[in-house]
């Protein structure tokens, strides 16, 4: 599977190529993946990101992707790595309410919701501001980019069908088409229990104890 042959997928199970339904396709197709996050997150979601930090820097941009954060770490000049603890932002406000404090880093958290920022949680805000320059290292589960110009992702070519399961899904909601909705939801939720099934016997695998012949 890819975005093309998806799409077209889409087009051929729903029967539809009329142009309303085309146009919105992207989205269907990003809320499919947005589903198959909020369902299954421990498949494959997890990102890297990485990048430098300057010298009296509070506030650092998430990547758009974000979802959540697994680990944020610091290291300095001298490859001394730290990993900074995620507290609320009233904690980190409360243990540096002056910006203008540096030091190592030591805690995190996200910017509270703004109800005039269309960006909600689009930074991390950490305390004490930074004394020197660092690297970045950020591991966190995020929407892996999947369009044209980025045609296929881990979802893709470990788990087609229920990437493909979801987005019917959406499409089925998009065009108010409940019995399509009511079939690829059972199929959906069938995948998923064929994963979860695969990774608890996996899991079993690696735990078990085997007596020796």
Do not use: H
């Not at 603890?85 to 009233?90: D, F, H, L, P, V």
């Not at 065009?175 to 229990?193: A, V």
């Amino acid at each position: 599977m890819n975005y093309a042959t998806l799409v077209n997928d889409l087009k051929t199970y729903m029967l539809r190529v009329d142009q309303p339904y085309v146009d919105k396709i992207p989205d269907i197709i990003q809320q499919g993946i947005i589903r198959v996050y909020n369902n299954v997150k421990d498949i494959g979601f997890e990102l890297y990101y990485t990048f430098d930090l300057p010298i009296n820097t509070f506030l650092i941009t998430k990547p758009g992707n974000w979802r959540e954060t697994i680990s944020l770490s610091l290291l300095d000049g001298l490859n001394n790595k730290t990993f900074l603890q995620e507290r609320s932002y009233e904690y980190c406000k409360t243990y540096l309410p002056n910006a203008n404090i540096t030091g190592i880093p030591k805690y995190y958290a996200d910017v509270p919701v703004n109800p005039q920022n269309p960006n909600l949680y689009s930074t991390w805000f950490i305390v004490p501001s930074s004394n020197a320059n660092y690297t970045v290292n950020v591991i966190y589960l995020g929407i892996p980019l999947f369009n044209v110009d980025n045609p296929t992702n881990f979802l893709t070519a470990r788990y087609p069908s229920l990437l493909l399961y979801s987005c019917l899904m959406e499409a089925s909601l998009f065009l108010d088409n409940e019995e399509k909705r009511t079939k690829y939801e059972m199929m959906f939720n069938k995948e998923i229990d064929t994963i979860n099934r695969i990774s608890q016997d996996r899991l079993t695998d690696r735990t078990v104890v085997r007596e020796k012949s």
